[in-house]
């Protein structure tokens, strides 16, 4: 009677569910069958081991390696790109990869107005995967290749200087809501940029919405006709309108009732 050899064949050695061979370890589909069959105790679990014995670094072949898929965007004014990038990944590469795609949407996926709605969603949408990562214990020294450096945390590289791009915008938006005439109310003061010896209700007037104390503020609001630009007629029953601003602009058609204020009119 002959007793089973403790050396596994070449031939029967495992590899990875993806494809990717095991270096120095026995992650056997079913090791506790394995290791009756060759006659050697099963492996213990690897610290951080994600469950899924058949997984192993797509890029470097290290274990622990857990699916994840890690998503960028880029948008060109007019088109966008959706980008993804799917695991298994080790602790390593997965870092690496959750970094290097983050900085690419923090310059690139921008520019075009639904990208600024998307992009910030797709990086909320890394941080769960990004979590699995965290998880891992690192990728053992035995790996088949050398993992994927980390390189610097994102907060530390040029690129988080992309998120200057929407606050600029946010800044921009807030600035016009609260300086357009549209955006008026009564109460609000305006300026007349293009002011002269006529006063507020000058032929090409520059209207901008300004504070009541600023010593600029030509009138106070009070009173909003929306749909009609006949300054005339829609201002008649504001009995402290002395003035008034009209404009159009497509279906935004509105008058402003102005009271001209003095010098001691300043609120």
């Not at 507020?200 to 209207?207: E, F, Q, Y």
Request: proline letters at 10%; a positive charge.
């Amino acid at each position: 009677m002959t007793t089973p050899s403790s050396q596994v064949p070449e031939s029967a050695r495992p590899v990875g569910g993806n494809g990717a061979p095991y270096a120095g370890a026995n992650p056997w589909p079913n090791s506790a069958q394995a290791g009756q069959a060759y006659n050697y105790p099963a492996p213990a679990p690897l610290p951080g081991y994600s469950g899924y014995p058949g997984l192993s670094c797509r890029f470097c072949g290290s274990v622990p390696a857990e699916q994840a898929t890690f998503r960028g965007h880029q948008g060109f004014f007019v088109i966008m790109r959706f980008l993804k990038l799917e695991g298994p990944f080790c602790r390593s590469c997965g870092i690496a990869t959750h970094r290097r795609m983050t900085a690419k949407s923090l310059w690139q996926g921008w520019w075009g107005v639904a990208s600024l709605v998307i992009n910030p969603i797709t990086m909320l949408l890394n941080v769960p995967q990004r979590a699995k990562i965290n998880k891992l214990a690192p990728p053992r020294p035995d790996a088949a290749s050398h993992p994927a450096d980390p390189g610097r945390p994102v907060f530390l590289r040029a690129a988080i200087l992309g998120l200057l791009v929407p606050a600029f915008v946010i800044f921009a938006i807030v600035y016009s809501v609260q300086h357009n005439p549209s955006y008026a109310s009564v109460g609000d003061c305006v300026h007349n940029k293009n002011a002269t010896a006529t006063g507020i209700t000058d032929t090409h007037p520059n209207v901008v919405v300004i504070a009541c104390s600023d010593p600029d503020a030509d009138a106070k609001v009070v009173g909003k006709v929306k749909g009609s630009s006949d300054g005339e007629t829609g201002c008649r029953p504001f009995s402290d309108a002395d003035g008034y601003y009209s404009q159009e602009q497509g279906s935004d058609t509105f008058t402003l009732c102005l009271h001209m204020l003095k010098s001691n009119d300043r609120a």
